[in-house]
């Protein structure tokens, strides 16, 4: 029988949708992450952020894994090689778009943290009879920035200190994330969402999978490579972290940022976030490819074609 095509307009709408609705569902729980991840002084927290910025990323890694797998597929089966090859694939193109929303997302998240370490730290008590007065309108300064914060004007801000390669800061870290985490969660996806389905076990993961076992399966293999990968993913937070806090390391690289982290804060703190990423990734995917396979793109492309 002849192989069904993939439609990449409808894959993309697909995987927008399933990232829109699922990074709403976890956005508290991957909030409180990142603030774990840049923790390295006093426990702070307090902002939002703008939870669209990730959908991009998860149209392009559902897609572009399809995409790859049908074009590795020989007669509808593809081997393990090809399962991890298309994973790498899917991991490598979302990283055009995953750096600079990462970027953009981890400066949104970690405003509030920096704001009120920076009331606390104006409001301690010092030698003069009467700073309460400053240190009220330096917290108040703080919060009101914190909740200036935008998007638009981080962008803006970035590109007019940095340039484009400012957005880009820290791609070398988001590929050893993400690579190694797609190379991990598509295929084992893909056994999962299989089980009962010997016949396909290598094929099509989507074809004749009723939404909960593609919920379950993206639970469990975002949860396993969630947590594989979190080590890398605190590396790429550091550095993709442009204001530091009191006390807070600045790092030159990849290789810099490992070996103050190492030296500093012992090797557990490459762990720093790995349960909220766990709890994050889990639903996040579980729910992204229960969407992803609903067909919502074919169904939008059939209407208006």
């Given at each position: 029988?002849?192989?069904?095509?993939?439609?990449?307009?409808?894959?993309?709408?697909?995987?927008?949708?399933?990232?829109?609705?699922?990074?709403?569902?976890?956005?508290?729980?991957?909030?409180?992450?990142?603030?774990?991840?840049?923790?390295?002084?006093?426990?702070?927290?307090?902002?939002?952020?703008?939870?669209?910025?990730?959908?991009?990323?998860?149209?392009?890694?559902?897609?572009?894994?399809?995409?790859?797998?049908?074009?590795?597929?020989?007669?509808?089966?593809?081997?393990?090689?090809?399962?991890?090859?298309?994973?790498?694939?899917?991991?490598?193109?979302?990283?055009?778009?995953?750096?600079?929303?990462?970027?953009?997302?981890?400066?949104?998240?970690?405003?509030?943290?920096?704001?009120?370490?920076?009331?606390?730290?104006?409001?301690?008590?010092?030698?003069?009879p009467a700073p309460s007065l400053v240190a009220s309108r330096t917290a108040q300064a703080g919060h009101a920035a914190a909740r200036r914060a935008s998007a638009t004007s981080i962008t803006l801000e970035l590109l007019r200190t940095r340039g484009l390669r400012g957005l880009y800061r820290g791609t070398g870290a988001t590929l050893l994330r993400d690579v190694p985490f797609s190379m991990i969660y598509f295929p084992l996806f893909a056994k999962l969402n299989a089980v009962g389905r010997r016949e396909d076990l290598h094929g099509n993961p989507q074809d004749r999978a009723p939404f909960m076992q593609s919920f379950m399966a993206?639970?469990?293999?975002?949860?396993?490579?969630?947590?594989?990968?979190?080590?890398?993913?605190?590396?790429?937070?550091?550095l993709q972290t442009l204001q530091k806090g009191q006390g807070e390391d600045s790092y030159r690289g990849i290789i810099d940022c490992t070996r103050r982290i190492l030296n500093r804060e012992g090797p557990l703190a490459f762990l720093k976030g790995a349960t909220c990423r766990a709890l994050v990734i889990a639903p996040l995917f579980g729910i992204a490819q229960g969407v992803y396979f609903l067909g919502i793109g074919e169904k939008v492309l059939g209407l208006l074609g």
């Open positions: 029988m002849p192989e069904k095509k993939v439609s990449l307009p409808a894959k993309l709408i697909n995987g927008g949708v399933a990232g829109l609705v699922g990074v709403t569902c976890v956005f508290p729980i991957d909030l409180a992450k990142t603030r774990l991840q840049n923790q390295q002084g006093a426990r702070v927290y307090s902002a939002a952020v703008n939870l669209t910025l990730v959908t991009p990323e998860k149209a392009i890694k559902l897609a572009a894994n399809d995409i790859f797998r049908q074009k590795l597929s020989k007669d509808g089966k593809l081997p393990l090689w090809g399962e991890i090859l298309a994973g790498c694939g899917a991991g490598t193109c979302q990283v055009v778009v995953t750096t600079p929303m990462e970027m953009l997302k981890i400066q949104l998240q970690d405003a509030g943290r920096l704001a009120a370490q920076r009331s606390v730290s104006a409001s301690a008590p010092a030698a003069s993206g639970c469990a293999a975002g949860s396993v490579a969630a947590v594989a990968v979190t080590p890398l993913d605190v590396i790429k937070t550091r």
